[in-house]
Structure formats: structure tokens, C-alpha cells
């Protein structure tokens, strides 16, 4: 007969692991999350792929994928590993999601999509959200205020949102 975990325990063992991801302690989160599960999640429904990407830890990132981490879960509010690469300007984890094959249209509870999360936090770095274009994510995907991201960068983004749509033929 299996015993189940007391959830006291778990929770302290995710918080742990999520410190060691977050100092790279990969070898002991590794053998941890080996014992628990790589898709195990904690209190914000959050795994350690988006814990690995919100830190911008790549051996972690890399090691979990390697081991079947779920490249698109979302976390509670809706947030997958790639809003928050985006969030992050993470331009190496980005390109490695996006090659692994990472949806670039899931929509967190605002109904906003990586893109939507790349533009709002571009500042003077497009590289994210030309990534993301590159791998075919929508300019015009409407979120739940009725506004897209296209229109979202022609306002915060400009004139070099503009030159970047036209050198990427997206006009």
C-alpha cells in the first residue's frame, strides 16, 4: 500500500527545490525532483520548468525538458514557461522553448499570450518578440480587453516595432 505525502512536507520539499533552482543547486534539485516528479507543481500551480525560467537557469531549463517537463503547463493565472521567458527578456530560453516546439498562443487568465508579455516588456530589447514572431506567434490575437498586441507595440514600441514588422514582411 502506498502512503500519500502530508502536504506540509511536500510543499516545504517544492519550496526547497525552488530555492535550489533559483541558486543553482541543480544537482540537488535534479535528484529531488527525480524523487517527486518533474511536473509536480506548488501552491500557484507553478512547475519547475517556470521556476527554472523565471531565474533564467538553462541547465535546469535544458535538463527538465530533456526529462519530459511539460514545456507548455500553466500555472494558476494562466502563465506557461514562455510568458515568463518574456517577462524575463530571455532570449537563449526563448529560442530553446521555441525549438522544443513551445505553443506560442496560450493565453493566461487576461487572455494574453507570450507575445502580449514580450511586448509589454520590450523596453529597448525586441529580440524576445522577434523570436516569437518568427515562430509564428499572432499580432492580432484579441485578449479579454479587446486589445491585441500589434496595437500594443505600435503605442509603446514604435518606430522600431514598425522597422522590425516590416524587415519580417508582417505588415
Not at 503547463?73 to 524575463?88: K, P, V
Not at 525586441?126 to 480587453?145: M, R, T
Request: aromatic share 6%; net charge negative.
Amino acid at each position: 500500500m502506498k502512503l500519500f505525502r502530508n502536504p506540509k512536507k511536500t510543499e516545504s520539499l517544492l519550496e526547497d527545490i525552488n530555492y535550489e533552482i533559483q541558486n543553482s543547486k541543480n544537482e540537488s534539485a535534479k535528484k529531488r525532483l527525480t524523487e517527486v516528479g518533474i511536473n509536480t507543481v506548488d501552491e500557484l500551480g507553478r512547475n519547475a520548468l517556470i521556476w527554472a525560467c523565471s531565474v533564467e537557469n538553462m541547465d535546469m531549463i535544458t535538463w527538465l525538458v530533456e526529462n519530459n517537463a511539460n514545456i507548455d503547463h500553466q500555472d494558476r493565472n494562466g502563465y506557461s514557461a514562455l510568458h515568463f521567458i518574456a517577462l524575463e527578456r530571455n532570449e537563449k530560453a526563448a529560442a530553446y522553448l521555441l525549438s522544443k516546439n513551445a505553443q506560442t498562443e496560450l493565453k493566461d487568465c487576461h487572455g494574453n499570450t507570450p507575445l502580449w508579455a514580450a511586448v509589454m516588456n520590450a523596453k529597448d530589447d525586441l529580440s524576445v518578440v522577434e523570436l516569437l514572431l518568427k515562430n509564428n506567434a499572432n499580432l492580432n490575437n484579441v485578449n479579454i480587453a479587446n486589445r491585441t498586441p500589434r496595437e500594443i507595440a505600435e503605442k509603446i514600441l514604435g518606430l522600431e516595432f514598425q522597422k522590425l514588422i516590416k524587415r519580417l514582411n508582417l505588415e
